[in-house]
């Protein structure tokens, strides 16, 4: 279904293109930089830093104001906004909103449209409730022996802002309270957000939207003077796709039901964004950006016998096969080497019983660092043996630092930021083999064609450097 809708979609792009773009070309003036994003969670991976990082550069890119704005029901908008800051992740001069705590601070929420009720829909029969804290407020969820039945979504007093009302599962109300007790049938949540999005963003503006689950509540509307920008994190394709008519991934996918409902779709590789044009038809909105990394130089003492594995620990990034590569090599090269892990997740216990099994190599599992430079500056080589990407930001932190990186070369990202032999090398995707060949190389290659191999990836991580994407940011928003 979702292909089809995609592909009949394509008319409707012929006859909206011209205005959409018309619409970005005739505003000379950026204003406000809304950057919207469905999660802020305190611990995260490369996207949400990516995010971040695009937030950063447009508050040091543009004159307007610039907003982070956020749907996460029971983030501590306070606590969150100080953690990200202390860790220099955001600027001073964006401001933090969230759509639940503003709902639930407000007295009046007018923006909240909807019929007007006599009183809140009354909780259904149930057997059990459960009180979570959610920011500073908290949530009560009803269930009865079917279910989650209804969740009252509270404020710091007690009182009720949102009533969510379910029936077998389906949403049957969808109720808001004001604080002066005026009660409004909302008509769901992605209406919600759709209203808040509505209020919250004032033209002249560009709202980049950088989480798929937003799409449906940013697409349906076309404010007047808003450009719409959606960025592509990860792979739209299931890991293993032979061409770009492969099999869909139906969590990364959704964006392709929206090519049509914004201004600029801006892909992180060359490479996507040539699959899904020949798949679905090429739009002038098209455009490639890829995210931009920190390149600052560490000094570190560097070991050649290290190699270090940033990832967090789950399946998809193959650590297993990074850990049983570097046995294999230390084997046949005759040398005992070291594997530094950084990052965490569900694989850990099962990951480290796997680092019991190596003979060869010494594995250490490091956790989440906050000096992953100074990690990369001090080790020879890096391993990625993910089986899929979208454009892993760990490749350019490694080069910039010349650790030369080795990765498996999937779909998307690393044929596109390594040189590979001359600034780190690609290997086919899943074999194990080759990359522990790769490994080897490194280890006992010559020192002058080694140091030539880590003074090309440092050329090559310049490519991505925040200065370089941030002008071109920079351009994307203003013209």
Not at 253 to 279: E, K, M, N, P, Y
Not at 290 to 305: G, Q, S, Y
Request: charged share 25%.
């Amino acid at each position: 279904m979702r292909q089809n809708g995609a592909l009949e979609s394509v008319g409707g792009h012929l006859r909206r293109a011209g205005v959409g773009l018309a619409r970005v070309a005739s505003q000379g003036s950026t204003g406000p930089v809304y950057v919207a994003t469905f999660r802020l969670p305190e611990s995260f991976g490369g996207v949400t830093h990516a995010m971040l990082q695009h937030t950063r550069m447009f508050a040091r890119t543009t004159s307007g104001p610039v907003a982070l704005l956020t749907f996460e029901h029971g983030l501590d908008v306070s606590e969150r906004r100080r953690q990200l800051r202390s860790a220099g992740l955001l600027d001073s001069r964006t401001e933090l909103r969230n759509l639940w705590a503003e709902l639930r601070e407000a007295p009046r929420a007018p923006w909240a449209k909807g019929h007007v009720l006599p009183d809140l829909p009354p909780v259904p029969a149930h057997h059990a409730a459960t009180t979570e804290r959610a920011g500073d407020g908290s949530t009560v969820t009803y269930e009865d022996t079917a279910g989650v039945v209804a969740r009252d979504h509270l404020r710091a007093d007690g009182t009720v802002v949102v009533r969510d009302v379910l029936e077998n599962g389906r949403r049957v109300s969808f109720s808001y309270a004001d604080r002066e007790g005026s009660v409004r049938e909302v008509r769901g949540l992605r209406r919600l957000r759709r209203l808040w999005l509505d209020h919250v963003v004032q033209a002249p503006a560009t709202l980049v939207v950088e989480s798929k689950g937003l799409l449906t509540a940013v697409g349906m509307t076309h404010p007047p003077g808003v450009r719409k920008i959606f960025v592509v994190h990860g792979s739209h394709l299931l890991a293993g796709a032979a061409d770009a008519h492969g099999p869909l991934d139906p969590k990364r996918s959704s964006f392709v039901d929206h090519l049509d409902d914004f201004d600029r779709i801006v892909f992180l590789t060359h490479a996507q964004l040539r699959d899904v044009g020949s798949r679905y038809g090429h739009r002038k909105s098209f455009t490639v950006l890829p995210n931009a990394r920190d390149t600052t130089r560490v000094r570190a003492e560097r070991d050649r016998r290290r190699g270090v594995v940033v990832a967090r620990l789950v399946a998809a990034k193959g650590v297993d096969a990074a850990m049983r590569a570097t046995g294999t090599a230390a084997r046949d090269a005759g040398h005992h080497l070291l594997l530094d892990i950084l990052g965490d997740g569900p694989q850990r216990s099962s990951l480290e019983q796997v680092a019991h099994t190596l003979d060869h190599v010494d594995v250490r599992m490091l956790g989440h660092v906050t000096d992953v430079p100074r990690r990369f500056a001090s080790a020879s080589f890096s391993v990625l043996a993910s089986s899929t990407e979208g454009h892993p930001l760990v490749l350019v932190e490694s080069m910039a630092q010349g650790c030369v990186p080795i990765a498996y070369d999937v779909r998307y990202g690393p044929s596109e930021i390594i040189e590979d032999g001359i600034s780190g090398f690609l290997v086919p995707s899943g074999d194990e083999s080759a990359l522990a060949r790769a490994i080897a190389c490194i280890v006992a290659m010559e020192p002058q064609r080694l140091e030539s191999m880590r003074a090309a990836a440092r050329r090559r991580a310049d490519a991505f450097s925040e200065r370089v994407v941030r002008r071109r940011w920079r351009d994307l928003v203003r013209n």
